[in-house]
């Protein structure tokens, strides 16, 4: 018996209702945990671009001085 089969018989509210509501309650925490993962990378890959920006604009201010042949 194919799963179609089987949910051809169901009322529309246990399609459509009942099987998300018991997929969020199994796989719920599953699902925040790896957002939780993703959100924490993006952060962090945020803090650390804005600390490279902010590195690289304190090294320009103080070697402004130079020349154009002494820069990177």
């Not at 998300?20 to 952060?43: C, R, S, T």
């Not at 945020?46 to 020349?67: E, P, T």
């Amino acid at each position: 018996m194919a799963v179609r089969e089987v949910l051809a018989g169901m009322p529309w509210w246990v399609k459509w209702i009942a099987i998300p509501v018991i997929a969020l309650v199994v796989f719920g925490g599953l699902i925040a945990h790896a957002l939780a993962v993703v959100i924490g990378l993006l952060f962090k890959v945020l803090v650390f671009v804005a600390l490279v920006g902010g590195l690289v604009y304190v090294v320009r201010k103080v070697r402004g001085g130079s020349s154009a042949r002494e820069r990177w």
